[in-house]
């Protein structure tokens, strides 16, 4: 399929429009160069697609393949492209029958995903409803762990929503920036201060290419800088059926001033991340344009791309409409997702450093046909909350000019419609967060799925009743469930005591304390896992507030507990550098050592170790302080039991039935008392629920049947209501269709939460107040610190308090 795959949704489709949503192929296709030229025999000529289509990130039957190719070469890189431009033995290969076999069997398998899109759940119910692509802008992607351009949980998600959108068959073409350097590559030093490196990519050896123009050439679009122009590079990453765009000044044409904005991500400096935003949000629209897509519906992920808005505003004043149409039009079919519950955790920008370097760009009269609108009515648009006329707020300028926002779960729509009231004219949506289950269920609980219910992972529907086989899973036997997790968590051990040697060798460690390593994390004993970015709100040394009680909960000889932490903290957050320092200095204590265990490098690869192999995930935070949270439903999707505070997700995912809550819904005005609440009623849960759910009452077997009981809750409760699939039906149905000027029909199809009362009860203004006193507390403190991780201890109340007033219905 040709350029202009998709048409502007006022425009008459030309009678040769390639775009027909019937068709069994990709509804947006981009033209590509060829990218690395490592030569293939002709019969394995299809690894070149496979190895240039993400498709392989979610499908272990293709990755295998490609660790069959070379093992050495897979291991070191992660990566098909870099293994099929090395030396490999092709002669071998094409002799051997299996390998021959296995390489038809995946291939025919990609060619049927790619082509049949016509029979999943968007082609199915809103064939004809668009006109254009839904374009989806974020500033980070998490697709793999060897492709470096994410940080943590936003781009993540941005990863899992659009192999979701692939899966769905949903037309869909996504924009980011192409980071060289990426995000930083975390190692820890013998006294556990965090060390950062920037890695050089090889972008030759990364399944990405250059995006041919209309000549054939590597297409380029520009902006307007102050006295100069920006030339941008546009490059390609096939994530399945939908392609992903990622913009780069790293080329010759721009000077070496400029070449790094795209370097690395969330650099420090606010004028180079403002550069790296208008980048993201000017350029990628021009991009799109140039490809000739015209997107039905907008959605900025984040208000990194804000600036999306004031480019299509210009395009509009530019062909002569009024500037107030084109605000109006430019509204009518964007919409925005919130991710931060505090309106202080927002990307703000002084004003005058906005009119400086963004001036050239947009500023202008605003009369039509000018092509310019005035940078101080773009201000205005973007003043925040609090009136400030020195500051240009990305968030409030996303809200007031998109047709609808979301919030990432119900708790966090609560809390965003009390911090946002000011400036809202119709009320912040809860559309929660999911996850991508066949990126992060494990391969041996991924089998049983398959085997015993007829699985399809890539087709979750849960409107469906006839395919919800989540709700059979009693199904399968208790001993192959507990097998399989058993499976996954020595995966774990074997992975991490390998990451433990390698740590400890460069400290200089002994060969003795080398050794003693090989036996890290018993795989028969009860094991935790805490992974996650480290801010203080999340409060990691949680668990240490007293240590002599949690020494006795992990070195009982007869029911061993284990706990491993992983998680990288931002380059300036000093505070939570702290924490991982703490934390390492724990697990080499005389108490705890042997028992608790810090992880390195956090990554998607750690991650998908830990939330498949653990038993139990641990999940902290201040409440109302997590938006969302996905990492517990990963853990859950893989029959891994959450223990976490009723916030972000887990506060609607929590059945009573399917893991446990610390706490409750009341929280307390003094975060050292409620911390301390907090921490003993962890060490409770811990001591008189977990441990002997986990150790007694075993079969012959060595099979806990209760605790598979757990696992089949936790399985049942997640896999379909928390994945990125419910969480599309969702987004198309309140808020692509109606931006799009399409009525859905099926509004009402949307899962209701169970606590919906609850939800509803909930106070804004004062989740937002109390959301906002916990993020001004930590500022000024410069730590959430736990006794025993970094010096200050949680508050013993001295007497009983009063009762919180509590902030959502319901007990908890």
Same mark, same amino acid.
């Given at each position: 399929m040709?350029?202009? +795959?998709?048409?502007r949704a006022?425009a %008459?489709?030309p009678?040769?429009?390639p775009?027909?949503?019937?068709?069994?192929e990709?509804?947006?296709q981009?033209p590509t160069l060829?990218g690395?030229q490592?030569?293939? @025999?002709?019969a394995l000529?299809?690894l070149?697609?496979?190895?240039?289509n993400?498709?392989?990130?979610?499908?272990?039957?293709?990755?295998?393949?490609?660790s069959?190719?070379?093992?050495?070469?897979?291991?070191r890189?992660?990566?098909?492209v870099?293994v099929?431009?090395g030396?490999?033995?092709?002669t071998?290969?094409?002799?051997n029958?299996?390998f021959?076999?296995?390489?038809?069997?995946?291939?025919?398998e990609f060619?049927?995903y790619?082509?049949?899109?016509?029979?999943?759940?968007f082609?199915r119910?809103?064939s004809?409803a668009?006109d254009g692509?839904?374009?989806y802008?974020c500033?980070?992607?998490?697709?793999?762990? %060897?492709l470096?351009?994410?940080s943590?949980?936003?781009?993540v998600?941005?990863?899992?929503?659009?192999?979701s959108?692939?899966d769905?068959?949903l037309p869909f073409?996504a924009?980011?920036?192409?980071?060289?350097?990426?995000?930083?590559?975390?190692?820890?030093?013998?006294?556990?201060h965090q060390?950062?490196a920037?890695?050089?990519?090889d972008l030759?050896?990364?399944?990405i290419?250059?995006v041919?123009?209309?000549?054939g050439e590597?297409?380029t679009v520009?902006i307007?800088?102050?006295?100069r122009?920006?030339?941008?590079?546009v490059?390609?990453?096939?994530?399945?059926?939908?392609p992903?765009?990622l913009?780069?000044?790293d080329?010759p044409?721009n000077?070496?001033?400029?070449? @790094?904005?795209t370097h690395i991500l969330?650099?420090?400096?606010?004028?180079m991340r403002?550069h790296? *935003?208008?980048?993201l949000?000017?350029?990628g629209?021009?991009?799109i344009r140039t490809?000739?897509?015209?997107?039905?519906?907008?959605?900025?992920n &984040?208000g990194?791309s804000?600036?999306?808005?004031? *480019?299509?505003?210009?395009?509009l004043?530019?062909e002569g409409?009024?500037? *107030?149409?084109?605000?109006?039009q430019?509204r009518?079919d964007s919409?925005?997702?919130i991710?931060?519950?505090v309106s202080a955790g927002n990307?703000?920008?002084?004003a005058?450093l $906005?009119r400086?370097?963004?001036?050239p760009?947009?500023d202008?009269?605003g009369?039509p046909?000018?092509?310019?609108?005035?940078?101080?009515?773009l201000?205005?648009?973007?003043r925040g909350?609090d009136?400030?006329?020195n500051?240009?707020d990305m968030?409030a300028?996303?809200?007031?000019?998109?047709?609808?926002a979301?919030a990432?779960?119900q708790l966090h729509?609560?809390?965003?419609?009390?911090?946002?009231s000011?400036?809202?004219?119709k009320p912040?949506?809860?559309i929660t967060?999911?996850?991508?289950?066949?990126?992060?269920?494990?391969t041996?609980?991924?089998?049983?799925?398959?085997?015993h219910?007829g699985?399809?992972?890539d087709?979750?529907d849960g409107?469906?009743?006839?395919?919800r086989?989540?709700?059979?899973?009693?199904a399968?036997d208790e001993?192959?469930?507990?097998?399989?997790?058993?499976?996954?968590?020595? &995966?774990?051990a074997i992975?991490?005591r390998g990451?433990l040697r390698?740590?400890f060798?460069?400290h200089?460690?002994a060969?003795? $304390?080398?050794?003693?390593?090989?036996?890290a994390?018993? @795989?028969?004993a009860?094991?935790?896992?805490f992974?996650r970015?480290?801010?203080?709100?999340?409060?990691?040394g949680?668990?240490f507030?007293?240590?002599?009680r949690l020494?006795?909960l992990l070195?009982?000889e007869?029911?061993p507990v284990q706990?491993?932490?992983?998680?990288?903290a931002?380059p300036?957050?000093r505070p939570?550098q702290q924490?991982i320092q703490g934390?390492?200095?724990?697990s080499?204590?005389p108490k705890?050592r042997?028992?608790?265990?810090?992880?390195?490098?956090?990554d998607m690869?750690?991650?998908r170790f830990?939330?498949?192999g653990?038993?139990?995930?641990?999940?902290?935070p201040?409440?109302p302080?997590e938006?969302?949270?996905? +990492?517990?439903?990963?853990?859950?999707a893989?029959?891994?039991?959450?223990?976490s505070?009723l916030?972000g997700?887990?506060?609607?995912g929590w059945?009573?039935?399917?893991?446990?809550?610390i706490?409750g819904?009341?929280?307390?005005?003094?975060?050292?008392?409620?911390?301390?609440?907090?921490a003993?009623?962890?060490y409770?849960?811990l001591?008189e629920?977990v441990? @002997?759910?986990?150790y007694d009452?075993?079969e012959k077997?060595?099979?806990?049947?209760?605790w598979?009981d757990?696992m089949?809750r936790a399985i049942?409760?997640t896999?379909?209501?928390?994945?990125?699939?419910?969480?599309?039906?969702?987004y198309?149905?309140q808020?692509?269709?109606?931006?799009a000027?399409?009525? %859905?029909?099926a509004a009402?199809a949307v899962?209701?939460?169970?606590h919906e009362?609850?939800i509803?009860a909930?106070q804004?203004l004062?989740?937002?107040k109390?959301?906002d006193?916990?993020?001004?507390a930590a500022?000024?403190?410069?730590?959430g610190?736990?006794?025993?991780?970094?010096?200050?201890?949680p508050?013993?109340?001295?007497k009983r308090?009063?009762?919180?007033?509590?902030?959502?219905?319901g007990?908890g």
């Amino acid at each position: 399929m040709p350029r202009g +795959s998709m048409l502007r949704a006022d425009a %008459s489709p030309p009678h040769d429009s390639p775009y027909h949503p019937s068709d069994m192929e990709p509804a947006v296709q981009v033209p590509t160069l060829p990218g690395n030229q490592f030569r293939l @025999p002709p019969a394995l000529e299809g690894l070149r697609r496979l190895a240039y289509n993400l498709y392989w990130t979610w499908h272990p039957r293709a990755k295998v393949l490609f660790s069959r190719i070379d093992a050495t070469a897979w291991t070191r890189y992660r990566n098909p492209v870099a293994v099929l431009a090395g030396p490999v033995p092709w002669t071998d290969l094409l002799d051997n029958p299996a390998f021959m076999a296995e390489y038809q069997a995946v291939m025919r398998e990609f060619d049927s995903y790619m082509a049949d899109g016509a029979d999943h759940w968007f082609q199915r119910r809103y064939s004809d409803a668009l006109d254009g692509p839904i374009a989806y802008f974020c500033a980070e992607y998490g697709f793999y762990e %060897s492709l470096g351009i994410y940080s943590g949980g936003l781009g993540v998600l941005a990863g899992d929503h659009t192999k979701s959108a692939s899966d769905m068959a949903l037309p869909f073409v996504a924009v980011g920036l192409l980071y060289r350097k990426g995000y930083f590559r975390q190692t820890i030093d013998a006294d556990g201060h965090q060390e950062h490196a920037y890695p050089d990519y090889d972008l030759s050896l990364m399944p990405i290419r250059r995006v041919q123009s209309q000549d054939g050439e590597p297409l380029t679009v520009e902006i307007e800088l102050p006295g100069r122009m920006l030339t941008i590079a546009v490059w390609c990453v096939q994530v399945g059926r939908v392609p992903v765009l990622l913009l780069d000044t790293d080329i010759p044409e721009n000077d070496n001033a400029d070449r @790094p904005i795209t370097h690395i991500l969330y650099v420090r400096g606010r004028e180079m991340r403002l550069h790296q *935003e208008l980048v993201l949000g000017v350029g990628g629209v021009r991009a799109i344009r140039t490809l000739d897509i015209f997107p039905s519906v907008w959605h900025l992920n &984040e208000g990194h791309s804000a600036f999306l808005l004031a *480019e299509r505003t210009r395009e509009l004043v530019s062909e002569g409409d009024t500037l *107030e149409n084109a605000l109006e039009q430019v509204r009518r079919d964007s919409v925005f997702t919130i991710h931060t519950p505090v309106s202080a955790g927002n990307e703000r920008f002084e004003a005058d450093l $906005v009119r400086r370097v963004a001036g050239p760009l947009f500023d202008g009269d605003g009369r039509p046909g000018t092509g310019g609108v005035p940078i101080d009515r773009l201000l205005e648009v973007g003043r925040g909350v609090d009136g400030l006329e020195n500051q240009f707020d990305m968030t409030a300028f996303s809200i007031r000019q998109t047709n609808g926002a979301n919030a990432v779960s119900q708790l966090h729509a609560a809390t965003a419609n009390g911090t946002w009231s000011g400036i809202l004219t119709k009320p912040i949506l809860g559309i929660t967060n999911g996850i991508h289950p066949p990126t992060w269920v494990g391969t041996p609980i991924r089998e049983l799925f398959e085997r015993h219910l007829g699985a399809d992972l890539d087709d979750l529907d849960g409107d469906d009743d006839s395919a919800r086989w989540w709700d059979h899973l009693d199904a399968i036997d208790e001993d192959e469930i507990w097998e399989a997790h058993q499976r996954q968590k020595l &995966e774990l051990a074997i992975f991490a005591r390998g990451r433990l040697r390698a740590q400890f060798a460069r400290h200089g460690e002994a060969p003795s $304390v080398l050794e003693e390593l090989e036996r890290a994390l018993d @795989p028969n004993a009860l094991t935790i896992g805490f992974a996650r970015r480290f801010a203080t709100y999340k409060r990691a040394g949680l668990l240490f507030s007293d240590i002599d009680r949690l020494a006795r909960l992990l070195w009982n000889e007869q029911r061993p507990v284990q706990i491993v932490f992983a998680g990288k903290a931002h380059p300036a957050d000093r505070p939570a550098q702290q924490v991982i320092q703490g934390i390492f200095a724990q697990s080499r204590s005389p108490k705890l050592r042997g028992r608790v265990f810090i992880l390195e490098d956090y990554d998607m690869r750690i991650a998908r170790f830990l939330v498949q192999g653990v038993d139990i995930w641990l999940n902290n935070p201040r409440r109302p302080m997590e938006a969302s949270g996905t +990492s517990g439903m990963k853990a859950s999707a893989n029959g891994v039991v959450n223990v976490s505070v009723l916030d972000g997700w887990w506060d609607e995912g929590w059945t009573g039935d399917n893991g446990w809550a610390i706490g409750g819904r009341e929280t307390s005005p003094d975060e050292g008392a409620q911390d301390w609440a907090d921490a003993m009623d962890l060490y409770r849960i811990l001591e008189e629920e977990v441990v @002997p759910r986990y150790y007694d009452a075993r079969e012959k077997s060595g099979m806990p049947r209760a605790w598979v009981d757990l696992m089949r809750r936790a399985i049942a409760t997640t896999i379909w209501r928390f994945s990125t699939n419910r969480m599309l039906h969702e987004y198309v149905e309140q808020l692509y269709l109606p931006a799009a000027g399409v009525e %859905s029909g099926a509004a009402a199809a949307v899962s209701t939460p169970p606590h919906e009362e609850a939800i509803a009860a909930a106070q804004p203004l004062e989740l937002a107040k109390q959301a906002d006193a916990s993020h001004a507390a930590a500022l000024e403190s410069g730590n959430g610190a736990i006794d025993g991780v970094d010096g200050a201890k949680p508050k013993r109340p001295k007497k009983r308090k009063q009762p919180a007033e509590p902030l959502a219905g319901g007990s908890g």
